[in-house]
């Protein structure tokens, strides 16, 4: 992808503290309550954001909006590509009817001008890495497939594996941290609290309602992840969908 990295290595900090959120999904609302009402971010911490900002929620452009202003403002906002955003970039590529299609579905007409998304959303979506190093993990969106030959050159599977199953030879003592595939609260608390090698952060945060397949009385949150003491902050959605 022009302007992208496929990973990056990224320090601890000087100061401060190390958090991570999965899939924000257009819940403005719910992100900036986590930011700034639950961890209290600030210029000395660290947020990794491990991708799916875009789609299903009723804010997608809010959500946008608050990452690159945090940037602009020199907060450390490191965001990884999801699938969506992988989407979104393919059918801005599409004839008119099929973006504004997709844009309508899911609640994202105001990201438009001139029958494009706008620029600086896309130059945004073009610069995302698909995974970060830290010291002690791995950060990805969908996922690493250990069956493949070289399982850190398959971008695809960074951004749309599920189902990840840990690999030392790979891997190492580094702890994968991923999203994508929404989990139930109760089992991602234990993944966390057992610090497994693999630990899957999405809790459907968009899933605030009823659905017809799955529990929502134990998905709908928005989760950061301390990763320095470990401990997982939890803001239920408060956007309406």
């Not at 911490?45 to 929620?57: A, E, M, P, R, S």
């Not at 993944?191 to 998905?219: P, W």
Request: glycine share 6%; proline share 4%; hydrophobic share 35%.
């Amino acid at each position: 992808m022009p302007g992208a990295e496929v990973f990056k290595y990224i320090p601890r900090p000087d100061s401060g503290r190390r958090f991570v959120i999965p899939d924000i999904h257009g819940c403005s609302k719910t992100f900036h309550t986590l930011l700034f009402d639950i961890i209290k971010l600030t210029p000395n911490d660290q947020l990794f954001l491990l991708g799916d900002y875009v789609d299903k929620g009723i804010d997608t452009k809010g959500v946008l909006d608050t990452i690159l202003n945090l940037r602009n403002e020199e907060y450390q906002i490191f965001p990884l590509r999801g699938n969506h955003e992988e989407m979104l970039l393919e059918y801005n590529k599409e004839e008119f009817r099929f973006l504004e299609w997709h844009l309508k579905k899911n609640n994202a007409l105001n990201l438009l001008k001139d029958n494009k998304v706008r620029k600086k959303y896309r130059k945004f979506f073009q610069s995302l890495s698909y995974y970060y190093i830290l010291d002690n993990f791995f950060l990805v969106h969908g996922g690493f497939d250990f069956t493949k030959e070289n399982p850190f050159d398959d971008l695809t599977s960074m951004i749309w594996y599920r189902g990840m199953t840990p690999n030392t030879q790979y891997q190492g003592n580094r702890i994968i941290v991923h999203g994508h595939q929404p989990a139930y609260i109760e089992d991602i608390i234990s993944m966390v609290e057992n610090r497994n090698l693999v630990i899957n952060l999405d809790n459907g945060a968009v899933y605030n309602q009823k659905h017809k397949h799955k529990d929502t009385s134990r998905l709908g949150n928005l989760l950061a992840l301390n990763l320095d003491t470990f401990e997982l902050h939890i803001q239920p959605n408060i956007d309406t969908i």
